[in-house]
RNA sequence: GGUCCCGUAGUUCAAUGGAUAGAAUAGAAGUUUCCUAAACUUUAGAUACAAGUUCGAUUCUUGUCGGGACUACCA
């Protein structure tokens, strides 16, 4: 059996959806919502709304599939819970009987059992649809900025988050209806890449990533270090000879050299310049091979080469405004003391810009260039209090986009060791862990042996999905808010809750369908076993689940759902058998169930850029 | 000092104010003549502490203890 290399992973780019594509029936909570609420008014004066009760999910130990929650009613109906429960149940059931079947009452809970018919034909009507659970267009325009790399250091593993986070969020907002365009800032100037420049000058001899073979990153980034390693040892050399500390920092002949580098990079010296640009070059070669192969991608790069400079002119207008005073020496500042924060700098005595300056700019011309609605900027935690100094900036300064901006902050990825530190060597390395968790990858295929007839082509691609599917999926995982521990045994694990996990999963649905598809014109059967009835459940929740993960701008909205929906389907899978089923019509049932799972399982990974194998 | 964030099984993570706090992993015990055992089943194990708000608190408020981030005329 030879299978073609495209078909054999899905693909990772979402299309735009079609517009006359949507969901549009409601939620099933939604049905039961509404429901309620006419019942509540048709039988009680008081007026209710929603937002009076809840809605759950039944637990599995009670009879029902979905349940209200009667205690905030108690109170203005002045009737026991049960009193309620009985009425409210007899009005629904009476009313819709062919979304309601039956109720039951316990400690207050109202738990409603879902008409089958209901299940049956969501079944019926989506199974094959790949679209399920995403919106059309809504004209709304939204930037995510991510990934922001320097050029004088390689990528590393809190990189892997920002780009995972970043771009996950983006295809999560498309197939929400929103036009998404994902942008990259690149701060290529400054005194750290200076630094690495002046290391290259004084030790490389000339060496080039070619004459050395070295990914161009890297190379820049081992000047870095050795900026770093020399420096420290001048300043040693210093205060062994009786300077302070402070005065050696400043003195240690190497700064100083950097320091009049930069200099002259502003002032544009052609040899600086060249040098730069060389370096620079470098680095952006490493760089595109590194989101190549991870799966970033932008549709607009901003080097801060190029925005340094912007915001100028915004502060003389809040100058005029009276939103920044200038002090004695000539510098501007902004009072952000009411506000629970401090005076911020915002243009040096010197009249040059810091880096709020240019941030300033830089979404003034986001905004001019693209009109966009809404501004995400994926950025770490450790930015928090420049992103709302930020934001508290173009709101004085009133400027249209000012409630846009929003600081997706995540979390800092640490190590069980504590935090990665780069004087300490603990950093790691975006390409050495993305190398070994394929390595991992391969390992494990090759000790189970279920894919020996894949050509090498074919097994390159497996590995590259199951691979980098474990370590999106263990980083897009967590709340992104949160700071997490990444454990480097943990992470290459492919059991339990991981991508490998739900691959797997889709895998052997896709293998079963291989062989036979559903039967378009076939009656499906009725009589819905738990496992078969929760699966439907779950597959249901899938555009709410799209929908809280944008409202949340969370992945690991979707890996939860994922993961769920995969846990179940192994234990159908395990305890009903699908090709031999029953009966036929138990078949054709559970060929589409298959089916909307494999579509809903896609989907979900594609969302969180992780592609799933016909095999593995 | 100031501002902000976080404390949930041994470990890593869940839980719009709702029922007996879920998973995964590590531990223990099982499942392969049958659609891929990277799977499934069973088992044991946790809300830092103390008050308050209420029908009900992991969730909200306050305090205590513990951990972290930020607080540059660097970017």
């Known amino acids: 059996m030879n299978f073609d290399l495209i078909k054999l992973v899905s693909p990772l780019t979402?299309?735009?959806?079609?517009?006359?594509?949507?969901?549009?029936?409601?939620?099933?909570?939604?049905?039961?919502?509404?429901?309620?609420?006419?019942?509540?008014?048709?039988?009680?004066?008081?007026?209710?709304?929603?937002?009076?009760?809840?809605?759950?999910?039944?637990?599995?130990?009670?009879?029902?599939?979905?349940?209200?929650?009667?205690?905030?009613?108690?109170?203005?109906?002045?009737?026991?819970?049960?009193?309620?429960?009985?009425?409210?149940?007899?009005?629904?059931?009476?009313n819709s009987p062919d979304l309601f079947t039956a109720y039951n009452i316990i400690k207050g809970f109202l738990n409603l059992e879902i008409n089958e018919t209901y299940w049956l034909n969501l079944l019926q009507k989506n199974y094959n649809d790949v679209c399920f659970g995403?919106?059309?267009?809504?004209?709304?325009?939204?930037?995510?900025?991510?990934?922001?790399?320097?050029?004088?250091?390689?990528?590393?593993?809190?990189?892997?988050?920002?780009?995972?986070?970043?771009?996950?969020?983006?295809?999560?907002?498309?197939?929400?209806?929103?036009?998404?365009?994902?942008?990259?800032?690149?701060?290529?100037?400054?005194?750290?890449?200076?630094?690495?420049?002046?290391?290259?000058?004084?030790?490389?001899?000339g060496a080039t990533p070619a004459s050395t073979q070295t990914k161009g990153d890297h190379f820049v980034g081992d000047y870095y270090v050795k900026f770093n390693d020399e420096y420290k040892k001048q300043v040693k050399e210093l205060t062994e000879t009786g300077m302070s500390e402070a005065e050696a920092e400043k003195n240690a002949p190497i700064m100083l050299q950097t320091q009049q580098m930069l200099q002259d990079w502003e002032?544009?010296?052609?040899?600086?310049?060249?040098?730069?640009?060389?370096?620079?070059?470098?680095?952006?070669?490493?760089?595109?091979?590194?989101?190549k192969n991870i799966g970033s991608d932008f549709d607009r790069t901003y080097y801060e080469s190029d925005t340094y400079l912007l915001g100028k002119d915004i502060v003389q207008t809040g100058l005029d405004k009276g939103v920044f005073f200038r002090k004695p020496d000539g510098s501007v500042?902004?009072?952000?003391?009411?506000?629970?924060?401090?005076?911020?700098?915002?243009?040096?005595?010197?009249?040059?810009?810091?880096?709020?300056?240019?941030?300033?700019?830089?979404?003034?011309?986001?905004?001019?260039?693209?009109?966009?609605?809404?501004?995400?900027?994926?950025?770490?935690?450790?930015?928090?209090?420049?992103?709302?100094?930020?934001?508290?900036?173009?709101?004085?300064?009133?400027?249209?986009?000012?409630?846009?901006?929003?600081?997706?902050?995540?979390?800092?990825?640490?190590l069980p060791t504590g935090k990665m530190k780069s004087r300490e060597g603990t950093v790691?390395?975006?390409?050495?862990?993305?190398?070994?968790?394929?390595?991992?990858?391969?390992?494990?295929?090759?000790?189970?042996?279920?894919?020996?007839?894949?050509?090498?082509?074919?097994?390159?691609?497996?590995?590259?999905?199951?691979?980098?599917?474990?370590?999106?999926?263990?980083?897009?995982?967590?709340?992104?808010?949160?700071k997490m521990i990444f454990n480097p045994q943990e992470s290459i694990d492919f059991h339990g809750f991981t991508g490998p996990f739900v691959q797997y999963t889709y895998a052997r649905i896709r293998s079963i369908l291989r062989k036979q598809s559903p039967d378009k014109s076939a009656a499906i059967s009725a009589g819905l076993l738990p496992l078969e009835k929760?699966?439907?459940?779950?597959?249901?929740?899938?555009?709410?689940?799209?929908?809280?993960?944008?409202?949340?701008?969370?992945?690991?909205v979707l890996a939860n759902y994922v993961f769920n929906l995969a846990k179940t389907f192994n234990s159908l899978y395990t305890e009903h058998s699908i090709s031999n089923a029953e009966t036929e019509e138990k078949k054709q049932l559970r060929l589409r169930l298959a089916m909307m799972t494999a579509n809903v399982l896609q989907s979900g990974m594609q969302l969180m850029g992780i592609r799933v194998p016909e095999r593995m």
């Open 14 to 94: 979402i299309t735009p959806y079609p517009a006359y594509h949507y969901f549009c029936s409601m939620s099933i909570t939604q049905q039961i919502q509404e429901s309620v609420v006419k019942s509540l008014n048709e039988l009680y004066p008081q007026g209710f709304s929603e937002k009076d009760f809840q809605i759950n999910q039944t637990k599995p130990e009670f009879t029902g599939d979905y349940t209200v929650v009667l205690f905030s009613l108690v109170k203005s109906l002045k009737l026991s819970p049960d009193a309620i429960g009985n009425q409210l149940g007899d009005h629904l059931i009476k």
């Open 134 to 205: 995403k919106q059309a267009m809504n004209g709304k325009k939204v930037m995510v900025e991510y990934s922001s790399p320097n050029t004088n250091k390689p990528l590393h593993l809190g990189h892997l988050r920002n780009n995972f986070l970043g771009w996950s969020v983006a295809e999560i907002l498309k197939a929400n209806g929103y036009e998404v365009l994902k942008s990259c800032i690149v701060n290529d100037r400054g005194i750290h890449i200076c630094k690495s420049m002046i290391a290259w000058q004084l030790f490389a001899n």
């Open 267 to 291: 002032a544009g010296k052609p040899e600086v310049i060249e040098l730069w640009k060389k370096m620079n070059g470098w680095v952006y070669e490493g760089f595109d091979v590194t989101y």
């Open 333 to 414: 500042w902004i009072d952000l003391t009411a506000d629970g924060l401090d005076e911020k700098l915002v243009l040096r005595k010197d009249g040059t810009s810091v880096y709020i300056t240019q941030d300033i700019g830089l979404a003034q011309q986001k905004y001019d260039q693209y009109q966009i609605d809404q501004s995400i900027y994926v950025i770490g935690d450790e930015q928090n209090y420049h992103m709302k100094v930020l934001k508290l900036i173009a709101q004085k300064l009133g400027v249209p986009y000012a409630n846009d901006i929003y600081h997706l902050s995540y979390g800092m990825v640490e």
């Open 428 to 482: 790691v390395d975006a390409d050495d862990i993305v190398a070994e968790m394929i390595a991992t990858a391969q390992q494990h295929t090759e000790e189970l042996g279920k894919v020996k007839d894949f050509n090498t082509e074919e097994l390159a691609a497996l590995y590259q999905t199951l691979g980098l599917g474990a370590m999106k999926f263990y980083l897009l995982r967590v709340d992104p808010k949160k």
């Open 534 to 556: 929760e699966i439907l459940l779950l597959i249901e929740q899938f555009p709410a689940a799209i929908r809280e993960a944008a409202r949340e701008l969370s992945p690991a």
